[in-house]
């Protein structure tokens, strides 16, 4: 074969690849909009790499007080190599016994009893909702992501600082894109006690990766009254009754105030099987500790988490309630599922350690026998207080320890 020959092969070869990739690329769009708008691992690392190099040459921001800086993002596949181990793909599925209907009648405002927590209130006056006939829907992978940011341990502006610099949240630690309908609604949930400066570090490095992803969300931070023993399972589940009374969100994530986003394609958007997000912490050298942890960050859909009857409420003083909702997914047929872990990172900022629960192996043991009583079936509060500053949502809450069933 002569060397003009050998060329023209190749140019013919060329083309033929190309045509290739565009079927596939074709495929994909078709199996997304099949399986209801949920892309499947090889599907997302296409898509990353297709845009990698629209963030390749974003350039270094700096804020004056030297705590964040973003870019320039190397992003590589979202998927990223040698992490297959740390990722669960995402298939599409139903939840049995779930039902997707909403009622309108008022949620009651406290010592809710069994039943309550299926009650939802409909959406009032949302510029998501005002703006859907005009307004294109948020794209499926957020334009403005910028990969990993560094984040400073240092302390933070002030509140009054930062609602002067984000002008984009509104009363109540709400955020939507003003472009584009968000896909997503999403309540953040934040069990909180006596953490001031860790709460501003949070909403400081929070807000603004929330913002680029482009969802409809909002910042609730339920705090527990008193000096007792703590209880963030119960105020977790207490976020979750409080933020529907607000209006409709599609999932919760539920965000420890210590724990700081690293990378912002780390999506705070909703899974279809429970998300553990915080895979990897710098307190644990960026390593998974055990394979079923669903402690630190972990979103799950609505459905879902009426589904396994929320968090237990007997666990008062520090730990086993994340490992008791593992076993409640577990039981109800889901799974975990979670980013790699070069994605998934969070730095953990310095606390005192609450004090341990000494029952707390004995109630994970006896904690299936409890699925369906302890939970949001039980759950028991008081509502003493709630405010919205610009950049959260406010609740100071009094809780009531369940009766033994």
Known sequence: MTVA????????????????????????GVQYLLSGGVLDRRSIETIFTINATRY?????????????????????????AGNASSTTTIPSISAKGVSNSSRSEPAPTRN?????IARELPVANSNATNNATTLPRCPLIPPNLVGPVVVSKLLPPSLSEMEKTFAEVKAGGTGRPADCVARHRVAIIIPFRDRLQHLQALLYNLHPILLRQQIDYQIFVIEQEGSG??????????????????????CFIFHDVDLLPEDDRNLYTCPEQPRHMSVAVDKFKYRLPYADLFGGVSAMSREHFQLVNGFSNVFWGWGGEDDDMANRIKAHGLHISRYPANVARYKMLLHKKEKANPKRYEFLKTGKKRFSTDGLANLQYELIDKRKPKLYTWLLVRLTPPQPS
Do not use: Q
């Open 112 to 116: 809710l009893a069994n039943g309550g």
């Open 229 to 250: 023993p703590f209880n963030r399972a119960m105020l977790m589940n207490v976020g979750y009754v409080e933020a529907l009374k607000e209006r409709i969100f599609d």
């Open 56 to 80: 390749a040459d974003r350039s270094y921001r700096t804020h004056p007080r030297g705590l964040i800086i973003y870019g320039p993002a190397t992003v590589p596949s979202l998927l990223g």
């Open 5 to 28: 020959a050998a060329a023209v092969a190749l140019w013919h070869r060329a083309h033929i690849y190309k045509a290739l990739a565009c079927v596939v690329l074709a495929l994909i």
